[in-house]
């Protein structure tokens, strides 16, 4: 089983931007799929980014198309979220999460059947 430490989360005006890094231990990444999830008060957690082991598929929300990138670094067990021009609707807890032998394209709808999360970090954006 793997587990996930979120970082780099804090508090950023609109239009700058954060690196959320999730870190893994206890297994190589190269046997999931990993999303990061974000959850703003009184809203549902939703899939926010996804990517496979090989960095090869992707996928972004609509509202972050073109402002958030994911990429994996396997050497370092770890999933990175670059977020630019931050709005303060970004504002949430965001989380990772791994879901074994997944696939980019079911990860998004199975957040209620991934096998580990991390525990959150937050994100803040001022406006």
């Known amino acids: 089983q793997v587990q996930l430490g979120e970082s780099g989360g804090g508090l950023v005006q609109a239009g700058g931007s954060l690196r959320l890094s999730c870190a893994a231990s206890?297994?190589?990444?190269?046997?999931?799929?990993m999303g990061w999830f974000r959850q703003a008060p009184g809203k549902e957690r939703e899939c926010v980014a996804a990517i496979s082991w090989s960095g090869d598929e992707s996928y972004y929300t609509g509202s972050v198309k073109g402002r958030f990138t994911i990429y994996i670094d396997n050497a370092k067990n770890t999933v990175y979220l670059q977020m630019n021009s931050l709005k303060p609707e970004d504002t949430a807890v965001y989380y990772c999460?791994?879901?074994?032998?997944?696939?980019?394209?079911?990860?998004?709808?199975?957040?209620?059947?991934?096998?580990?999360w991390g525990p959150g970090t937050l994100v803040t954006v001022s406006s």
């Open positions: 999460a791994a879901d074994f032998y997944g696939s980019v394209a079911t990860l998004p709808a199975r957040r209620n059947a991934l096998d580990a």
């Open positions: 206890g297994r190589a990444l190269s046997d999931y799929a």
